[in-house]
């Protein structure tokens, strides 16, 4: 059918995303269009795959690969791919069944509407799979579906039946190859070749590091790998969400209790058929990992990891406030700014309430002078000094001064966390990239920005909790305090706060962003518990390194008793410090100081990030890292963040690669040798 008489053809299909406004995508398509045929642009497939969806980078792509991917938006197979084909597939991405019609169209070669089995072999020997292992083209699953003598053609429905189909039927040909001598067994290399080659999308690194040791004590040490155990060990990988739910079933929906063999089976029987020998290999995996004979919930993630988003960023609220990036104004930004500050300040309120405690023990440790000639010390150690103040204040000693501290860090928190995301993104270039420097710099913008919150917030918490160490029948309260003090007295030792905050975050915020990264899944998602794991060790080295600022800061905010040593202002107290005390005094609390901040920030930025994940708002700007998994199975489909990329191209990528790791048919990378 030729292109000029496409424009006539509706394209209706039933959306699950949001359709790319036509005038938009026209003009990304004239972006990337290379080519102009009797007035009109067209995208060769070199264009859309390697230009517009940014696939096959390398030098030496393979051509082949790149015209076989380009030939499901040239649905008239003529090299050239309109307007009207772009924006066809564009609607295709949006259908529910979008992986399996790309499949469709991947078979298709000459746009019939069916696929042929000359159409089907093409494509295939084209594949990596079938380079490794051959696939029989002449065996009788091939003769099932397209008939004895292979003329049948297959519709779309029934050609998505039989890729499911052949998927299950490569692993038997793999298996016959092994075995020409129809022995009903092949090597213990060879299974885990096939399983490697074929079924690689079902493998965990976990899976993958112990297929030969499975095989291996499956048969007592043999080296031979029998079909039943073959088929059993695919089919349970294969099954393994509906594995879960008999354990939940055994355990009553707890995920911690372990498990026996017998009360697994028993749960099977009850539930659906699953077979002993799949449930002897579940065991055999899961006594590989640790050797108790009985298995926890978290072995059975080890083997086939949950999907772990979809359960824990649950929406409460899902707010869409522009329909794209483009249409994201000044008004937007400050409703975004807006909306991170409330989340800001929950977050700081949780973060300050969790780690209060050890933050007042951290100030009493610093706040003692041993150079005055009241020479005893009041406290031996940290914890010494937590076991006084309970004796003497009772347990909700630990916790004076925490109102004030709560009506002050939720505003100081919230001015941090929004100032470090405003800068970070006004820093980030179109391609979604911020080098080091520009990660501190906006670290050390939202330390200088808190400091207006943070310094009248601490002289009041710092006075309030060392008055519980002086007997006096005058009861301190905050309102008192800042009474005494007055405006400007609220901001004394506001340069040591400035000395203090500024490097810490901008050396916390560089470091909990890469640590995230770090500790991110292979899809790039992070868990609550990496988020805090990530938030705490950042902590670790902004926290200690700024120590002697922070103790230069207590001193100067804290009232000198009679005998103490008084300071007039920061390089008065530095110097005084050093000369009445030791280097080893700018390290007071040094101790108390990590164990406070560490958990405290990575208490906060967990809460931060699950507020911004539970009650979603789309202001067009840029989200947490880390906040969506993203499929990721090759260096080539890592999260795009091209804004050409729209309506449904949003989820090209994820869906070319779901071809690949679900039916198993990737294409060469490079150009034969």
Not at 4 to 31: G, W
Not at 263 to 292: C, G, K, R, W, Y
Not at 515 to 529: D, F, H, R, T, V
Not at 646 to 665: H, M, R, T
Request: one cysteine or more; glycine letters at 8%.
């Amino acid at each position: 059918m030729g292109k000029e008489n496409q424009k006539n053809i509706p394209f209706q299909i039933s959306n699950y995303l949001k359709r790319a406004d036509t005038e938009k995508l026209k003009a990304v398509f004239e972006k990337y269009a290379s080519t102009v045929k009797n007035g009109e642009k067209y995208m060769t497939t070199t264009d859309f795959v390697r230009g517009f969806l940014g696939l096959y980078q390398h030098i030496n792509y393979n051509p082949d690969a790149v015209r076989v991917i380009g030939s499901v938006a040239d649905t008239s197979k003529d090299g050239l791919i309109s307007f009207v084909e772009f924006q066809a597939f564009e609607g295709l991405l949006c259908a529910p069944d979008a992986l399996y019609q790309t499949a469709f169209q991947l078979f298709d070669v000459d746009g019939s509407g069916c696929v042929t089995f000359e159409n089907f072999a093409e494509v295939l020997k084209q594949t990596d799979i079938h380079q490794r292992i051959p696939f029989d083209l002449d065996n009788e699953f091939i003769k099932v579906y397209f008939g004895k003598d292979r003329k049948r053609k297959i519709n779309y429905s029934e050609f998505s039946h039989f890729l499911h189909d052949f998927n299950q039927q490569y692993a038997i040909v793999a298996f016959k190859r092994y075995d020409p001598e129809g022995s009903g067994s092949i090597s213990v290399l060879e299974f885990n070749d096939i399983c490697l080659s074929i079924k690689n999308h079902l493998l965990t690194k976990a899976v993958q590091d112990n297929l030969v040791a499975a095989a291996r004590k499956a048969t007592d040490g043999g080296n031979k790998v029998s079909f039943p155990f073959f088929s059993a060990f695919l089919t349970l990988l294969e099954n393994m969400e509906l594995v879960k739910k008999i354990y939940l079933n055994s355990t009553g929906g707890l995920q911690t209790a372990e498990v026996t063999k017998e009360e697994f089976l028993h749960s099977a029987q009850s539930m659906s058929q699953i077979t002993p020998l799949e449930v002897d290999i579940l065991f055999l995996l899961a006594d590989l990992l640790h050797q108790t004979g009985r298995i926890t919930y978290e072995d059975l993630r080890t083997i086939a990891p949950d999907h772990y988003l979809k359960q824990i960023t649950k929406r409460f609220t899902e707010v869409k406030a522009v329909s794209s990036p483009e249409e994201r104004g000044v008004f937007m930004q400050i409703l975004e700014s807006g909306y991170r500050f409330a989340l800001g300040s929950i977050a700081g309120a949780v973060g300050a309430t969790a780690v209060y405690p050890i933050d007042l023990v951290k100030t009493r440790m610093q706040n003692q002078r041993t150079g005055s000639y009241i020479s005893e010390l009041m406290y031996k150690n940290s914890w010494d000094c937590c076991k006084k103040v309970i004796r003497h204040e009772g347990f909700f000693g630990l916790y004076r001064g925490l109102v004030p501290q709560l009506m002050g860090v939720a505003p100081e928190k919230a001015i941090k966390l929004t100032t470090n995301d405003l800068v970070r993104d006004k820093l980030t270039d179109k391609n979604g990239n911020l080098p080091l420097w520009a990660e501190a710099v906006a670290g050390g913008c939202a330390g200088g920005s808190q400091v207006v919150f943070t310094n009248p917030l601490e002289i009041v918490k710092i006075r309030l909790q060392v008055a519980g160490e002086i007997a006096t029948a005058t009861k301190v309260s905050a309102l008192g305090v800042v009474k005494d003090l007055g405006f400007f007295g609220l901001y004394k030792g506001a340069k040591a706060c400035f000395l203090r905050d500024i490097p810490f975050s901008a050396i916390y915020f560089p470091a909990y962003a890469h640590a995230k990264a770090a500790l991110a899944n292979e899809n790039g998602y992070n868990s609550p518990w990496s988020l805090l794991a990530a938030g705490a060790l950042a902590g670790v080295p902004a926290a200690s390194l700024v120590t002697p600022a922070d103790v230069i800061k207590t001193r100067l905010q804290v009232v000198a008793r009679q005998g103490q040593t008084t300071y007039s202002g920061v390089f008065d107290a530095a110097r005084k410090i050093w000369a009445e005390e030791g280097g080893a005094a700018f390290w007071k609390g040094a101790t108390a100081r990590v164990f406070r901040s560490s958990p405290q920030f990575g208490v906060t930025l967990v809460t931060y990030e699950l507020l911004q994940r539970f009650f979603y708002v789309d202001f067009g700007g840029s989200r947490p890292a880390g906040s969506e998994s993203r499929i990721v199975t090759s260096a080539e489909t890592a999260r795009s963040l091209n804004p050409d990329h729209i309506g449904g191209y949003q989820v090209a990528l994820p869906i070319l690669d779901g071809v690949e790791s679900k039916f198993g048919l990737a294409l060469p990378k490079f150009k034969p040798h």
